[in-house]
C-alpha cells in the first residue's frame, strides 16, 4: 500500500507541476506578451517534463499522462492494476493545477486550454501523430539497453519539439489530462473527445511498433521498459 501510495503522489505532482508551470505559461503570455513569448511556451513545456523525470522518475516511473500509462499496460511494461491510481493521480493533479492558476489569474478566461484551428479529422491526425512520435521516444528511451541518464533529456526535448509544430495549430497537448482539466474548467467540450481519444490511440500505435522493432537475439527484457521506477 506504501509503494502504490508513493506512485501516486509521485503521478500527481509531477502532473500538477507540468499543467501549473506549462498552462501557466500560456496563461502568462496572454498577459504579458512581451515577457513570456510564444516561443517560450514549448521551451517551458519540454523544459518541466525534464526535470520531473529526473526528480521522480525513479518513483513512479514519470508517467504524468493516462496515454503513456495505458500503452505501457498493453505492452506488459505496467500492471493493469495499477492504471486506474495513475489515472486518477494524473487528473487530480492537472486538476489542482488548473483550480490553484484560476484563483492566482483570474482575469485569465481560458486556463491554458487546448484549442484546434484546424478540421476535427485533420485535429486527431495531428495528435495522433504528435503523440507517436512522443511515446516512440519514452519507450526507446526507457529501454533497459538506452542510455537511462538522457531519459529526462530526450523526452523533453520530444515534448518541446512536439509543442513547436503542432502547438499553433491544436494545441499540442498529446496528454488527455493536459486537455481534460482546462476544457472542463471553461466549459467547452466539443473538441475533448479529440484531446482524449487522439493521444491515446498515438501512444498505443508507438508502443506496439517499438515492440515489433524489439530484437530477440538480444533478448531485450520488455518488462523493464518503462519502468524505472518499478523495481
Known amino acids: 500500500m506504501r509503494e502504490i501510495l508513493s506512485k501516486m503522489i509521485a ?13 501557466g505559461a500560456i496563461m502568462m503570455h496572454s498577459l504579458y506578451p512581451d515577457t513570456v513569448t510564444t516561443t517560450s511556451i514549448p521551451i517551458v513545456f519540454g523544459g518541466v517534463i525534464m526535470v520531473m523525470i529526473y526528480t521522480l522518475g525513479h518513483i513512479s516511473g514519470a508517467h504524468f499522462n493516462p496515454a503513456v500509462t495505458l500503452a505501457f499496460s498493453s505492452i506488459g511494461s505496467f500492471p ?24 492566482l489569474l483570474p482575469e485569465v478566461a481560458d486556463y491554458g486550454m487546448t484549442y484546434t484551428k484546424l478540421g476535427s479529422h485533420q485535429s486527431f491526425v495531428f495528435e495522433v501523430t504528435l503523440t507517436f512520435i512522443l511515446m516512440l521516444v519514452i519507450v526507446g528511451a526507457t529501454d533497459m539497453y538506452a542510455q537511462g541518464i538522457m531519459v529526462g533529456l530526450a523526452v523533453g526535448g520530444v515534448v518541446m519539439l512536439d509543442a513547436f509544430v503542432g ?17 472542463l474548467f471553461v466549459n467547452k467540450l466539443e473538441h475533448l473527445w479529440i484531446y482524449i481519444l487522439a493521444p491515446s490511440t498515438g501512444a498505443l500505435m508507438a508502443a506496439f511498433t517499438y515492440k515489433f522493432l524489439l530484437c530477440k537475439t538480444q533478448k531485450y527484457k520488455l518488462e523493464e521498459i518503462g519502468s524505472i521506477a518499478h523495481k
Do not use: D, K
Not at 11 to 23: D, H, K, N
Not at 80 to 103: C, D, E, K, N
Not at 167 to 183: E, F, K, L
Open 11 to 23: 503521478e500527481f505532482l509531477g502532473t500538477f507541476v507540468l499543467l501549473f508551470m506549462g498552462c
Open 167 to 183: 502547438g499553433v495549430v491544436t494545441g499540442a497537448s498529446m496528454n488527455p489530462a493536459r486537455s481534460i482539466a482546462p476544457a
Open 80 to 103: 493493469w492494476r495499477q492504471v486506474p491510481f495513475y489515472w486518477v493521480s494524473q487528473i487530480t493533479g492537472a486538476f489542482m493545477a488548473i483550480a490553484l492558476l484560476s484563483y
